[in-house]
């Protein structure tokens, strides 16, 4: 059969609807984990409405597993707590499983290694209750569209590790859930099956109104995908927003490139001394620099370089990312 995801990615109507009063589909308030002296999660609060793909992203270490594992109910918290699809993580956590899609940050290693593929699936749409007559057809639907229709009689333990991927993201999806929580989903995938994820994951949210919150160390691929994004460490919430806002966060220092034919390090040394400037990093034939009120200062520079010679390519003002961002918010230099 080919690959018929339209029919694979309708909405069941057997899901609960979310309760009352609940506008978000993940609602986290003062939520804290503690592993001994280690404060994993520290009193974390955010929304993220439904239908939203979320991104959290933060360094190694920076809590962001540990609240996956929290909202799937793996873990219990030390404090605060989480609704999701209006079910309390602490009262309800039979309730937020049934709603829930995973896939674990070891989710290459929660598949049945000595079973196939396919037996995975049907062993794992059992368990989520999948009406019986559904299942094959779910399961060659998801298995086609990542490309592991051909390997289906083959055991899981016998793939490779980004097969194993695929795999564990299918078995995340198989019950068709309200809110998918995803740990690092791309990170073994090769670039086509990376996109082809980031696609469906876009599709399912936009079409299906499936929400998403993701943790990643992917920032390009976050930028692209993510409507709202969270930026934690050290388990604190340094930055959130909508891609929007951060990108507006951006624009407030802007970001030049100077490029040049002559020797970096002399113009580095003009550049320096001007008080508007603050240089930032030299590259080959260029320099990377925050220019304060450059609609009035970017021409004084100019003029300054030309009356002393310096042969100037370009000055333009660079794109900024998600990662620059990122960068700046880690090491504290970028306003809350
Ligand atoms: N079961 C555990 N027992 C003790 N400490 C733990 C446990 N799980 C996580 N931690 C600690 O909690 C902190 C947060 O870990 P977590 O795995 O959530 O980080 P992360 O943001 O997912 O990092 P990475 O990007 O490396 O996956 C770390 O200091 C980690 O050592
Ligand atoms: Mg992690």
């Known amino acids: 059969m080919k690959n018929n995801f339209d029919q694979y990615t309708a909405i069941s109507d057997q899901n609960s609807p979310t309760e009352e009063g609940t506008d978000f589909e993940v609602s986290i308030s003062g939520l804290t984990k503690c592993f001994g002296d280690i404060l994993a999660v520290n009193h974390m609060s955010l929304d993220v409405p439904a239908g939203c793909i979320f991104g959290l992203l933060g360094p190694n270490g920076a809590g962001k597993s540990t609240t996956i594992r929290l909202l799937c109910t793996l873990l219990t918290p030390t404090e605060g707590t989480a609704l999701v699809g209006g079910y309390d993580i602490i009262e309800s956590p039979v309730s937020v499983r049934e709603i829930t899609g995973v896939l674990p940050e070891e989710g290459n290693h929660t598949l049945y290694q000595t079973m196939s593929v396919y037996e995975n699936l049907e062993y794992f749409a059992r368990l989520y209750g999948v009406a019986e007559g559904e299942i094959p057809q779910r399961i060659e639907e998801l298995l086609s569209f ?48 990376a996109k082809r994820v980031r696609e469906l994951i876009l599709r399912l949210a936009r079409e299906y109104n499936q929400t998403f919150f993701i943790n990643s160390h992917n920032l390009p691929e976050v930028q692209r995908m993510c409507d ?73 520079l100019l003029q300054t370089l030309l009356s002393q010679n310096i042969k100037i390519i370009e000055l333009a003002e660079e794109e900024t990312t998600l990662e620059d961002l990122y960068l700046e918010v880690i090491k504290g230099g970028v306003d809350k």
């Open 146 to 193: 990542m490309s592991l229709w051909e390997r289906k009689d083959d055991r899981a333990g016998e793939l490779s590790t980004g097969n194993r991927q695929r795999l564990a993201l299918c078995r995340a999806l198989l019950h068709r859930p309200r809110v998918l929580l995803l740990d690092e989903p791309t990170s073994a995938l090769d670039p086509v099956a």
């Open 228 to 300: 709202r994004i969270a930026i934690i460490n050290d388990g604190n919430i340094l930055m959130t927003g909508t891609t929007a806002e951060l990108r507006a966060k951006l624009h407030a220092k802007q970001i030049f490139r100077l490029r040049t034919s002559e020797d970096v390090a002399r113009v580095s040394s003009i550049v320096e001394s001007m008080a508007f400037i603050e240089y930032v990093r030299s590259d080959v034939d260029s320099l990377i620099l925050t220019i304060e009120n450059p609609q009035e200062n970017n021409s004084i």
